[in-house]
């Protein structure tokens, strides 16, 4: 029986290899995001423990450059929040972005894959029915009608002796 072939079998590896890249750009994506929230999480907290630490020594009658630092320190973490931020929206959209582009990749290797199951189905279909005939075939030339030889099987013995009977 012959071997099945999908003649866009090399499209379809293609599209495979598409859709892998695709999401391996997809998984990249979602972790500098996910980092980057993280970042931004660990300078929120800074800025509360520094809040804290600021309202501490303000208690404490602290120094007033003392008291600067903490104001300098704040308003940089409060910039590198603001930064953090505006990068988290720009990654947001760009694994937005890259979720759409991954969906679309995957439906066009599933159109070729449907499409490859469908054909070998019908392919397979075509050898059972190939098969079949030629069982049918086989079926048909041994059990000819008209043909008593095959019909039923030779009585030699009777044969033998009608032979010996008419020959006298």
Not at 74 to 82: D, F, H, K, P, S
Not at 116 to 132: P, V
């Amino acid at each position: 029986m012959p071997k099945f072939l999908f003649s866009l079998e090399t499209l379809l590896r293609h599209r495979d290899d598409i859709e892998q890249r695709e999401r391996d750009e997809l998984l990249r994506l979602t972790y500098k995001y996910q980092t980057e929230l993280r970042h931004r999480d660990d300078l929120t907290h800074k800025f509360r423990e520094t809040m804290k630490a600021l309202s501490n020594h303000r208690s404490e009658n602290a120094d007033g450059q003392e008291i600067n630092w903490f104001y300098l320190y704040l308003n940089r973490l409060t910039q590198e929040i603001g930064e953090s931020e505006k990068c988290i929206a720009r990654l947001q959209s760009e694994v937005q972005t890259q979720k759409e582009v991954v969906i679309e990749a995957s439906k066009k290797k599933k159109v070729l894959a449907s499409l490859k199951s469908k054909k070998e189905k019908e392919f397979t279909l075509e050898m059972e029915r190939q098969e079949q005939k030629e069982i049918d075939d086989m079926v048909i030339a041994r059990y000819k009608p008209g043909d008593a030889a095959d019909q039923r099987p030779i009585d030699r013995r009777k044969t033998g002796t009608e032979d010996i009977k008419h020959g006298s």
